[in-house]
């Protein structure tokens, strides 16, 4: 299986995950991934700001925090990393109890534009 088929399978999964939430979504690149807290969390920072949680803040998804499957953060980790390597953006929601310190998102996508 292709770099772009696994894309368009995890922009499916991911688009039917994020419809669930009208918050506000923001567009960025991937710079770094840290899945050192793998499978339980996946931090990344990206090269936009969003919300209160300023470029190059460490962004979290983690199954504790969101009360979901270790499977939900293997899924955006391997978006993360496609993202990274194809230079593409992600679209991403964070949680409305975000702070400038803790910015952990409640949604990920991949955005086909570089």
């Known amino acids: 299986m292709n770099l772009t088929r696994i894309q ?17 979504w923001y567009y960025g690149h991937v ?17 936009t700001s969003a919300g209160p949680c300023a470029t190059g803040t460490w962004l ?5 925090f969101l ?8 899924a955006i980790y391997t978006a993360l990393i496609s993202a990274q390597a194809t230079g593409n953006k992600v679209e991403f929601d964070i ?8 910015c ?8 086909n534009t570089p």
């Open 8 to 24: 368009e399978l995890l922009t499916i999964f991911l688009f039917v995950n994020k419809i669930s939430y009208a918050d506000t």
């Open 31 to 47: 710079i770094a991934i840290d899945p050192s807290q793998m499978p339980n969390t996946i931090t990344f920072t990206t090269d």
């Open 60 to 64: 979290a998804f983690s199954s504790t």
């Open 67 to 74: 009360g979901t499957s270790t499977d939900n953060v293997k």
């Open 95 to 102: 949680s409305p109890s975000a702070t400038a310190t803790n």
């Open 104 to 111: 952990n998102i409640i949604g990920l996508g991949l955005f």
